[in-house]
T-cell receptor
Framework: AQSVTQLGSHVSVSEGALVLLRCNYS??????LFWYVQYPNQGLQLLLK??????LVKGINGFEAEFKKSETSFHLTKPSAHMSDAAEYFC??????????FGTGTSLTVIP | DVKVTQSSRYLVKRTGEKVFLECVQD?????MFWYRQDPGLGLRLIYF???????EKGDIPEGYSVSREKKERFSLILESASTNQTSMYLC???????????????FGPGTRLTVT
């Protein structure tokens, strides 16, 4: 069975500070991993994904994530937070492309 | 620009009513999904479909059914709405897995359903 754990349902950072959102997964086979962002009253949109190849993945809006198999983690980072980054972030895992398992989400607040 | 559209952004229904939520995608995707999103619970899969007339149960199918008569359209049906089905419903679509490549999901804007 697959699952995703996102540590910290709420994270606050100051504008310009490092953003770190944590995601740990459970999968018995090599996973495919995704980060999505959801702005208020909108659907989810893809930030980045890891399928195969390079373990450091760059996404949109300056975000990146690193797949660490030994730690079963796929944490999302951004060097410098911007006010427009305030949103809810979801980590997801699949190994089939048919069923995706989502974490419970992390709400990011950016303090001016 | 790729698009997944949902028939309503907000919907208010009474207990016991039959409710239809419609989703249409214009990307010729094989896979389509229905999720419900609740605070603190994230997204939970209700049903998905990988082809016309095909459907698979997700994690929480009880109280729901689906219909996929055309490739671009995937409907979620609440046969007899109950208050515990008050939630945000999200539709998504994706391409079928090919070889080693798994494709991301594209989401609609969601339908906020309130059952009173």
């Amino acid at each position: 069975a697959q699952s995703v754990t996102q540590l910290g349902s709420h994270v606050s950072v100051s504008e310009g500070a490092l953003v770190l959102l944590r995601c740990n997964y459970s999968s018995s086979v090599p996973p495919y991993l995704f980060w999505y962002v959801q702005y208020p009253n909108q659907g989810l949109q893809l930030l980045l994904k890891y399928t195969t190849g390079a373990t450091l993945v760059k996404g949109i809006n300056g975000f990146e994530a690193e797949f660490k198999k030994s730690e079963t983690s796929f944490h999302l980072t951004k060097p410098s937070a911007h006010m427009s980054d305030a949103a809810e972030y979801f980590c997801a895992v699949t190994n089939t492309g048919n069923q995706f398992y989502f974490g419970t989400g992390t709400s990011l607040t950016v303090i001016p | 620009d790729v698009k997944v559209t949902q028939s309503s952004r907000y919907l208010v229904k009474r207990t016991g009513e039959k409710v239809f939520l419609e989703c249409v995608q214009d990307m010729d995707h094989e896979n389509m999904f229905w999720y419900r999103q609740d605070p603190g619970l994230g997204l939970r899969l209700i049903y998905f479909s990988y082809d016309v007339k095909m459907k698979e149960k997700g994690d929480i199918p009880e109280g729901y059914s689906v219909s996929r008569e055309k490739k671009e359209r995937f409907s979620l049906i609440l046969e007899s709405a109950s208050t515990n089905q008050t939630s945000m419903y999200l539709c998504a679509s994706s391409s079928l897995r090919q070889g080693g490549e798994v494709y991301e999901q594209y989401f609609g804007p969601g339908t906020r359903l309130t059952v009173t």
